[in-house]
């Protein structure tokens, strides 16, 4: 582990205690990449403005989340037949608890995809994370066991990467790749199950009868429509829009399915009034306006009336983008590009090559500046220019890492498939 001087630790709990800004889901507070803080660093390297870095057991796809004075990520060992949530110490990088759910079964996915690939999420005061097919569980901050749900066997030969989000009271999932997809809520205090909504799957979860690949790796997002808070979630072949209440489907929209496969990777990425949603696998994407229609104000199939534009074949997305004013500016997976439109009518803006690599990460936003990371663990720093790509920082670990950072009291915290970063001043 890095070391750094006493007087450095003192400055980073001294800060520490003063600020409290949470990160407690993918993708920040708000599930949208958008992140308030200030002072955030701008450049970093191996031995450059890191606090501290811890060593990971093993590679996972999944992201950090920070509480208070704790960093949580999600890992697993032996074939994912010990699936584990660690605590770390934000001030000195220890680890503080491991907790490790034992599972008989080896299930199948991909090299790029370790079993570990989901981040946890939290209301402040309890950790919530989904193991695929060994449960939803709930722990304390310090890490006792509060309660677990077995959701059924979720097979999939790419294995499966949707994050848990925590909406008021309930803890959402959605339940997937597999024979059995749904999306479903479960009461934060006790686990027990309120509602669940089954999404039908042309085929049998892996691939679809013509034998093209199928699935859905997207975390939902909660999102005010019409005044009232609705979960946006990704599916296969189109984006719903449920009622958090009850799972009652207030509208969906056709159209992410494609000659490729129909694949849902990457979260809807918000704009005023509309959202944009990316397939997988150089599938379709697409802009919806978000709510129903004249004709249908409340509920049902507003695909007819809704879409904003429609492409049959983009370059692969994994990583979510961010809407800036008129602009989406996206991370593709694919080939190592970063790329600008205008978001409401899909027109491609800019297009650079400048990051060097693919990105499975997802773009933040804080302090006016762009931060995505590659999967050779740098990550650019960039301002939202439609003009051009307008580069600050390349800033460089050298690790190889498909996971989205998280910002916390001017501090950045990177997972790679070898260690837990913390960087800051």
Same mark, same amino acid.
């Given at each position: 582990m890095h070391r750094t001087p006493l007087g450095s630790w003192c400055f980073v709990l001294i800060a520490a205690l003063l600020m409290g800004a949470d990160w407690p889901m993918f993708r920040g507070p708000h599930n949208d990449g958008m992140s308030s803080e200030t002072n955030v660093p701008l450049e970093w390297g191996k031995d450059k403005n890191i606090v501290?870095?811890?060593?990971?057991?093993?590679?996972?796809?999944?992201?950090?989340?920070? *509480?208070?004075?704790?960093?949580?990520?999600?890992?697993?060992?032996?074939?994912? /037949?010990?699936?584990?949530?660690?605590?770390?110490?934000?001030?000195?990088?220890?680890? /503080?608890?491991?907790?490790?759910?034992?599972?008989?079964?080896?299930?199948?996915?991909h090299r790029t995809n370790p079993h570990g690939a989901t981040t946890p999420a939290s209301d402040g005061k309890r950790i919530v994370v989904w193991h695929g097919s060994a449960g939803l569980f709930c722990y304390d901050l310090d890490g006792n066991e509060q309660w677990k749900v077995d959701l059924g066997e979720f097979r999939h030969q790419w294995g499966y990467a949707a994050s848990p989000i925590i909406a008021?009271?309930?803890?959402?999932?959605?339940?997937?790749? $597999?024979?059995?997809?749904?999306?479903?809520?479960?009461? +934060?205090? =006790?686990?027990?199950?309120?509602?669940?909504t089954e999404e039908p799957i042309d085929g049998d979860g892996d691939k679809r009868p013509d034998g093209a690949p199928m699935g859905t790796w997207s975390t939902p997002m909660?999102?005010?429509?019409?005044?009232?808070? /609705? *979960?946006?979630?990704?599916? &296969?072949?189109?984006?719903?829009? @449920?009622?958090?209440?009850?799972?009652?489907?207030?509208?969906?929209? /056709?159209?992410?399915?494609?000659?490729? $496969?129909?694949?849902?990777? =990457?979260?809807?990425?918000?704009?005023? $009034?509309?959202?944009?949603?990316?397939?997988? @696998?150089?599938?379709?994407?697409?802009?919806?306006?978000?709510?129903?229609?004249? !004709?249908? &104000?409340?509920?049902?199939?507003?695909?007819?009336?809704?879409? +904003?534009?429609?492409? !049959?074949?983009?370059?692969? =997305?994994?990583?979510?983008?961010? *809407?800036?004013?008129? @602009?989406? @500016?996206v991370p593709d997976a694919g080939p190592e590009t970063i790329r600008c439109l205008v978001a409401r009518t899909g027109e491609d803006v800019w297009t650079t090559r400048e990051s060097g690599g693919n990105h499975w990460g997802s773009i933040l936003l804080a302090e006016d500046r762009m931060y995505v990371t590659n999967q050779e663990g740098t990550t650019l720093v960039f301002r939202p220019n439609p003009q051009k790509f307008d580069l +600050?920082?390349?800033?460089?670990? $050298? !690790?190889?890492?498909?996971?989205?950072?998280?910002?916390?009291?001017?501090?950045?915290?990177?997972?790679?498939y070898e260690n837990l970063y913390c960087i800051g001043r």
């Open positions: 501290w870095r811890a060593k990971l057991p093993g590679p996972g796809n999944g992201s950090p989340i920070v *509480i208070g004075q704790r960093v949580f990520v999600v890992g697993a060992r032996d074939e994912g /037949q010990k699936r584990e949530l660690y605590c770390f110490d934000r001030a000195s990088g220890r680890q /503080q608890w491991a907790r490790t759910v034992a599972f008989d079964k080896i299930m199948p996915t008021g009271d309930r803890v959402i999932q959605n339940c997937a790749p $597999g024979k059995r997809t749904f999306v479903a809520a479960f009461d +934060l205090n =006790s686990g027990s199950e309120l509602w669940r909660v999102v005010k429509i019409d005044g009232r808070d /609705q *979960i946006l979630c990704a599916h &296969p072949t189109r984006l719903v829009a @449920y009622d958090p209440a009850d799972g009652r489907i207030i509208w969906y929209c /056709q159209g992410l399915r494609s000659k490729k $496969g129909d694949l849902a990777y =990457s979260s809807p990425v918000l704009g005023d $009034g509309f959202c944009v949603i990316l397939g997988g @696998y150089n599938g379709a994407g697409m802009a919806v306006k978000l709510g129903g229609s004249a !004709e249908h &104000p409340a509920s049902g199939d507003v695909t007819a009336t809704n879409v +904003l534009w429609r492409k !049959e074949r983009i370059p692969q =997305s994994i990583g979510s983008g961010v *809407i800036v004013g008129d @602009y989406l @500016y +600050l920082a390349r800033n460089e670990l $050298g !690790e190889h890492t498909n996971a989205t950072p998280a910002i916390s009291d001017g501090q950045i915290f990177i997972r790679t």
